[in-house]
């Protein structure tokens, strides 16, 4: 551990929900920065001794860089998650720690491998990566690094090469939804001995019938192959029977979406070892070639076999006949009006062995019917009815040991979720369900949404599935709710919301519920997503709906993400903002005609604030718009104090940019302003104080007015003297994103009324928020300007006794600031 942070820093574990990686702070110095060393070390406070005298804070050298390096880099504070009852929600409970917990450090570094490859490797001559030599990866990591760079669309031509040879040994592939090649394929994956193969939705450049050659070019796989699923992967078009014979081993075989036809069928019937078998959604018109199987074939999918030419009572003569079944799903599209299931109800000679059974979306299924066949089959253990009209008797609910998928209660439609992630039909099918059933729920349920995100992942291109997961994850989070949701998991459902509004950018509800989703303030301040694109999409939002409860919610959504944006973002968003400004400052010149001093004139205010704040442009252009006028008209109609404070704290951003002082230094500016430092609000009278100080701290734009001038700054002097201790309490704490616009005035020793005014404001937020503002002070170097008033000959010395007591609070601070050892 020493040489590692010897090395790299140290690694501090993130507390609380939600948390997924340990962060590395940043190089450990070789010494402290100055003056922070010898404030520190100089001042007597840290004595660095091996032999402790009782009175003395001990620190060793490394320990004292560490302290530092923590004062610097603080961890995120641990969050309070409201756990669901365990006797209530296992699944819930379950969900919660794991999301709650860091990923595992081998994911951890194969994500960093992932993302470093191409620096790690080395290039063939045909552009491929190739491994160094000297690496190599045991089965179980190789099967986990080719599954994440799968999962993480990084899995090309290119990259796939770093397969071949005998480095990695597979034995569980999964390549779903990969773009590569047949060839890339052939030397990449058909060496190695496999097992198991997920070839889901692969890209058209690899084919089923180039997917079977390949694994039968090895003799290995030909015997040993077990599972091999070819879901919704393609076939030409001239291509021949698909022919799996030589696939001695194989006993798992999924074909779901394919165009697979009943000759396959009866090439595949004649695997000696097949078990399994899922032909859902294909082209078979005749089933009886199952009967070759039927002394060994244990599960049977055939959901949505819309092509079956053989009347009801040939298919359950067959169906009749696999009497080893444990599983049959011929659930099917309620729009088809299937009554396969209704009749096979019927029948009390078959499926004796029966444990699970899917009948979802099927006709004229009763509960007594199903009740019935479950009662004839005592070892059943799940049922599928969602999309039916039965599940809804408290048979279901009192059976023990049976599962049912359906749309009765949320027990059954969490385990339709789990069962049909994959299927469109079935998952827009259940989150309506949820949403009926979670309107007006006051129960945490992180289980479910972790569902609901599947189901959005899993179907990105479907606009119900999206709209209708955009509305469940609403109700699941709204309010109060979101405090029992980790962290990461909303992290995730917010992302692939903003996903889908990539997808469907002319949806408009599908918008709205995106919209009401970042009113949540637990989403907004607490969880990690695009604060860019949230954003932009919010300002733009604003600028194109005129309704009025619309235009409140984004409002309020801009006066938060303003803050969350650094001023580099605020700079790329230049359109976005112009247009914002605009809309906002309509939005407040009709408040203030109306005289209407509601919600949606507060958070304007504020969202005008905080996009004006180190935003020189945005500045610029809310004076280009008349802003002025429209806030003088707005201090004239309102005496409010939250309304005058607002007002106040945007005009103190644009006396900020000395650009503009011109422009506030007007009649009717400056008469309010000198007003306003009078009031009996020490909020308002401080913001009105500090605009004066950056107005007067230039004499060049008083040339004309320089009496103006002085007795704005005496008039300025006098109220800072009857203003209470630095430390004192306002109606709302202002907060600063850097002290930079105050080195000014710091410097200014010719107009300490000036310097008594930027020290009195810089001790007053350090002192309610000394970890955010004392690392602010090292950081900015702003130290050194308080060390050079506090000991400069001519200044004030109420100016030099408030610069001595942030740098001894900043010292106590630090002191103060303890962490675990790591060591």
């Known amino acids: 551990v020493e040489r590692w942070v010897a090395r790299v820093g140290v690694v501090r574990p993130v507390l609380g929900a939600g948390s997924t990686v340990g962060e590395c702070a940043s190089p450990r110095p070789s010494r402290l920065p100055e003056p922070v060393a010898q404030l520190l070390c100089?001042?007597?406070?840290?004595?660095?001794?091996?032999?402790?005298?009782?009175?003395?804070?001990?620190?060793?050298?490394?320990r004292l860089a560490v302290a530092m390096v923590h004062f610097l880099h603080p961890g995120r504070s641990p969050r309070t998650i409201v756990p669901p009852d365990p006797r209530k929600d296992i699944l819930g409970c379950l969900v919660v720690q794991e999301e709650a917990s860091p990923y595992s450090l081998v994911n951890i570094c194969l994500n960093t491998l992932?993302?470093?490859?191409?620096?790690?490797?080395?290039?063939?001559?045909?552009?491929?990566?190739?491994?160094?030599?000297?690496?190599?990866?045991?089965?179980?990591?190789?099967?986990?690094?080719?599954?994440?760079?799968?999962?993480?669309?990084?899995?090309?031509?290119?990259?796939?090469?770093i397969f071949q040879g005998n480095q990695m040994k597979l034995k569980l592939v999964n390549i779903q939804k990969a773009k590569i090649s047949t060839a890339a394929f052939l030397k990449a994956f058909c060496h190695h001995r496999l097992t198991e193969l997920d070839a889901t939705a692969t890209h058209t450049d690899l084919s089923i019938p180039d997917i079977l050659s390949g694994l039968c070019s090895n003799s290995w796989i030909q015997e040993n192959l077990r599972r091999l699923v070819l879901d919704s992967t393609s076939i030409p078009r001239d291509s021949r029977p698909l022919f799996f014979g030589q696939l001695t081993g194989l006993r798992v075989l999924s074909v779901f979406s394919v165009c697979f036809h009943s000759e396959d069928l009866v090439n595949v019937s004649q695997l000696p070892k097949l078990e399994s078998l899922d032909i859902s959604n294909t082209l078979v018109t005749n089933i009886s070639a199952l009967l070759t199987c039927k002394d060994r074939l244990r599960s049977l999918t055939m959901h949505y076999l819309k092509c079956l030419t053989m009347t009801k009572p040939q298919i359950l003569a067959v169906i009749r006949e696999l009497k080893c079944l444990l599983h049959l799903d011929i659930s099917d599209h309620r729009q088809l009006k299937s009554d396969l299931a209704f009749h096979l109800l019927q029948q009390k000679d078959i499926l004796p062995n029966i444990e699970s059974l899917d009948i979802s979306g099927?006709?004229?299924?009763?509960?007594?019917?199903v009740e019935l066949f479950i009662q004839q089959r005592p070892a059943m253990q799940f049922v599928g009815l969602l999309a039916t009209d039965a599940g809804y008797s408290d048979f279901f609910s009192a059976k023990k040991g049976l599962r049912v998928a359906g749309g009765a209660n949320i027990s059954q439609i969490s385990e339709a979720l789990s069962c049909y992630r994959n299927r469109s039909c079935f998952v827009k099918e259940a989150l309506y369900r949820l949403f009926t059933e979670t309107f007006s729920t006051q129960v945490?349920?992180?289980?479910?949404?972790?569902?609901?995100?599947?189901?959005?992942?899993?179907h990105p291109l479907d606009l119900p599935v999206q709209f209708t997961a955009s509305a469940c994850a609403l109700n699941l989070t709204r309010q109060g709710?979101?405090?029992?949701m980790p962290v990461r998991l909303l992290s995730e459902v917010t992302c692939l919301l903003f996903k889908a509004l990539h997808t469907f950018p002319h949806y408009q509800q599908l918008q709205k519920n995106c919209l009401l989703s970042l009113t949540n303030s637990r989403i907004l301040v607490d969880v990690p997503f695009n604060r860019f694109d949230a954003a932009k999409f919010v300002m733009r939002w604003l600028c194109k709906h005129e309704n009025p409860k619309m235009q409140a919610m984004a409002v309020s959504i801009i006066s938060i993400l303003a803050l969350q944006l650094s001023p580099e973002q605020t700079a790329q968003l230049k359109e976005e903002v112009f247009m914002a400004v605009k809309e906002l400052l309509a939005i407040v010149k009709q408040k203030t005609a109306e005289s209407l001093d509601d919600v949606t004139l507060l958070f304007t205010l504020k969202a005008l604030w905080n996009l004006t704040e180190q935003s020189p442009a945005a500045c610029r252009h809310f004076i280009e718009n008349q802003g002025l006028?429209?806030?003088?008209?707005?201090?004239?109609?309102?005496?409010?104090?939250?309304?005058?404070?607002k007002v106040l704290g945007l005009l103190n951003n644009i006396a900020e940019v000395r650009e503009l002082f011109s422009k506030l230094i007007t009649e009717d500016v400056v008469k309010h302003i000198s007003s306003l430092l009078h009031s009996k609000e020490l909020e308002v009278s401080y913001l009105a104080a500090g605009i004066i100080a950056h107005l007067t701290s230039d004499k060049q734009p008083w040339l004309s007015c320089d009496l103006q001038r002085r007795a704005l700054l005496q008039d300025l002097y006098a109220t800072i003297q009857n203003w209470p201790s630095s430390s004192c309490k306002m109606t709302a704490l202002i907060t600063y994103r850097s002290f930079k616009a105050f080195f000014p005035l710091l410097g200014n020793?010719?107009?300490?009324?000036?310097?008594?005014?930027?020290l009195w404001a810089m001790y007053h937020v350090c002192s309610k928020n000394p970890s955010k503002y004392c690392k602010m002070l090292v950081e900015e170097e702003g130290l050194q300007l308080l060390c050079d008033i506090r000991e400069h000959s001519e200044a004030d010395p109420q100016a030099q006794q408030i610069a001595a007591s942030i740098v001894d609070d900043f010292r106590m601070h630090f002191m103060n600031y303890q962490r675990p050892s790591l060591c």
């Open 114 to 161: 992932i993302a470093n490859l191409e620096k790690l490797c080395s290039e063939r001559s045909d552009g491929t990566l190739c491994l160094p030599e000297h690496w190599s990866f045991p089965q179980e990591l190789a099967d986990r690094f080719v599954g994440m760079m799968t999962w993480q669309g990084k899995l090309t031509d290119r990259t796939a090469s």
């Open 42 to 62: 100089g001042a007597g406070r840290i004595h660095l001794s091996r032999d402790p005298g009782p009175a003395r804070r001990q620190l060793s050298p490394r």
């Open 444 to 458: 945490t349920m992180p289980a479910i949404l972790k569902l609901v995100a599947v189901g959005m992942r899993n």
């Open 629 to 645: 006028a429209i806030f003088i008209q707005v201090l004239e109609t309102f005496s409010e104090t939250a309304i005058q404070s």
């Open 749 to 758: 020793f010719s107009q300490p009324e000036v310097q008594l005014w930027a």
């Open 481 to 484: 709710l979101a405090r029992g």
């Open 362 to 369: 099927g006709s004229y299924i009763t509960d007594g019917a």
